[in-house]
């Protein structure tokens, strides 16, 4: 059975950083990304990595503040959020390809559960 299972969510300041972690277990994937949803928007990017080729791929709105990295051992995807704002603040959703890197939710194949991020201002 396919999981993703995502861990480090919580509250920080602005200007603080967190680090979310994102465990698959089941297969492995062509790449795996993030993305996050506040209240009364939509889902969006932030971020996704291609396994093989260890390809990065940012949203505007986080490049230069968060770093996005895998570990092939762990099957494992990691978000590095640095300097964070208020704006932030969302469920953040860790999400899986089984071919391809981009930015489009409906080309995502598997999802987590979601980890709660909240930025005080």
């Known amino acids: 059975q396919v999981q993703l299972v995502e861990s480090g969510g919580g509250l920080v300041q602005a200007g603080g950083s967190l680090r979310l972690s994102c465990a698959a277990s089941g297969r492995t994937y062509s790449s795996m990304g993030w993305f996050r949803q506040a209240p009364g928007k939509d889902r969006e990017f932030v971020a996704a990595?291609?396994?093989?080729?260890?390809?990065?791929l940012y949203a505007d709105s986080v490049k230069g503040r968060f770093i996005i990295a895998r570990d092939n051992a762990k099957n494992t995807v990691y978000l590095q959020m640095n300097n964070l704002k208020p704006e932030d603040t969302a469920v953040y959703y860790c999400a899986a390809r089984n071919t391809g890197l981009g930015s489009s939710p409906r080309r995502y194949d598997d999802w987590g559960q979601g980890t709660q991020v909240t930025v005080s201002s």
């Open positions: 990595i291609s396994w093989g080729a260890n390809i990065p």
